[in-house]
């Protein structure tokens, strides 16, 4: 296939995706059926026809307003599209049209819709997080047997090599993953008697385990800090606040996992190699 026309087919299904995963963000949370009733307009309640309903594109033309009552929609909307649309184009480009493609095509899905819903109410839903672990270790099943470290090395050696070796890693993910997050959970309340982590985070890392092994779950911690403590900071300078407007870091743990699965090995060889 042309790949001009290859890339551009991964653009138009990310961002048919994304069109479909900004429904999932507004009922997921109240508990609505996702298919029925069709999408309508907030405020007048008309329903929003099939030709307005094309992604990205509805938004510039009707200028981010509702056709009939002339109220303004969310620019979120076309910005889950545009980005689930250069995500799949980024995914396209790593993976090729391949299973990985696919399979990370619904680790994406997955962390957009958790992370708008964790901004929007603080709560990273189960319904995605623990039927995303169940799929991250079935898709280990398909995987490229590829690399391979220590870790994963060591234990196939000594469990005889009775389960594959990406299996095994997403297993490892699975667990060390959550149990990180809970170790830090109980830590965390153990110094300052105050609830920080949630349960949701400790599901969200461990399902992105389940799909990038266990060395994911370290970097991606690492690295969410990281870039957490840094936005609040610039928040906190920004608006005065104090650090008890807590934001939520199920959005930071979904970065660091993007980041991850993009540049992770590579960063981590280059810090390995820096370091030595
Ligand atoms: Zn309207």
Do not use: Q
Not at 220 to 234: F, P, R, Y
């Amino acid at each position: 296939m042309n790949p001009f026309l290859l890339y551009l087919f991964a653009f138009l299904f990310g961002a048919v995706v994304g069109s479909f995963l900004n429904v999932c963000i507004f009922r997921i949370p109240l508990g609505a059926s996702l298919i029925s009733p069709s999408s309508c307009c907030p405020r007048c309640r008309t329903p929003i026809k099939a030709y307005d309903n094309i992604p990205i594109l509805s938004y510039l033309l009707l200028g981010g307003k509702c056709r009939s009552c002339k109220a303004s929609i969310s620019a979120r909307y076309p910005v889950v599209e545009s980005m689930m649309g250069l995500f799949s184009v980024f995914l396209m480009l790593k993976f090729g049209l391949s299973p990985s493609f696919f399979i990370y095509f619904i680790l994406i899905s997955s962390l957009v819709v958790m992370s708008f819903i964790d901004l929007d109410h603080r709560i990273i839903p189960d319904v995605i997080s623990l039927p995303g672990i169940a799929v991250g270790l079935l898709a280990s099943f398909v995987k490229p047997p590829g690399h391979n470290d220590f870790l994963v090395r060591f234990v196939f050696k000594t469990v005889k090599g009775s389960i594959n070796m990406a299996t095994l890693d997403s297993l490892l993910g699975i667990f060390i993953g959550g149990g990180l997050l809970y170790a830090v959970a109980v830590l965390f309340y153990w110094v300052t008697k105050k609830e920080g982590m949630g349960g949701g985070d400790i599901k969200l890392l461990a399902m992105i385990g389940a799909f990038l092994g266990w060395s994911s779950t370290l970097f991606t911690v690492l690295v969410s800090s990281l870039i957490g403590s840094m936005v609040g900071v610039a928040l906190m300078v920004a608006t005065g606040a104090d650090s008890k407007y807590a934001i939520p870091f199920g959005p930071f743990l979904s970065i660091g996992a993007v980041i991850y699965l993009f540049f992770g090995r590579e960063l981590i060889r280059w810090y390995l190699h820096f370091r030595i």
